[in-house]
């Protein structure tokens, strides 16, 4: 299994920073691409970043204001994702989920964090 826990969501003004960090654990042999997703209240879950080996893809409206970033632990057991965020706007306000693909033994599966809230407001 993998399980992955997201943190460092909170209130920020907007242009403001954050840094959202997930901690994924269990069996990353068995992980390729990990990322990140947002949910606004009333909208539909939404994809933001993603990042495989050393190649990174953002959304639209994220491109340019938002990283992403991975280490690995040298035992193979634990990983650490990040979403560097600056520039925030009241629109980026949502749970922000840390989001994982199954490979190889996993294919096929989807592994989610239980999210994290990011507030922009002034």
């Known amino acids: 299994q993998v399980q992955l826990v997201e943190s460092g969501g909170g209130l920020v003004q907007p242009g403001g920073s954050l840094r959202l960090s997930c901690a994924a654990s269990?069996?990353?042999?068995?992980?390729?691409?990990m990322g990140w997703y947002r949910q606004a209240p009333g909208k539909e879950r939404e994809w933001v970043a993603r990042?495989?080996?050393?190649?990174?893809?953002?959304?639209?409206s994220v491109w340019g204001r938002f990283t992403i970033s991975r280490d690995f632990a040298r035992d193979g057991a634990r990983s650490m994702v990040y979403l560097e965020m600056r520039d925030l706007r009241p629109e980026d306000t949502a749970l922000y989920y840390c989001?994982?693909?199954?490979?190889?033994?996993?294919?096929?599966?989807?592994?989610w964090g239980q999210g994290t809230q990011v507030t922009v407001s002034s």
């Open positions: 989001h994982a693909v199954g490979v190889n033994y996993f294919r096929g599966r989807d592994f």
């Open positions: 269990g069996s990353m042999r068995n992980i390729g691409a």
């Open positions: 990042i495989v080996d050393a190649r990174t893809d953002y959304s639209d």
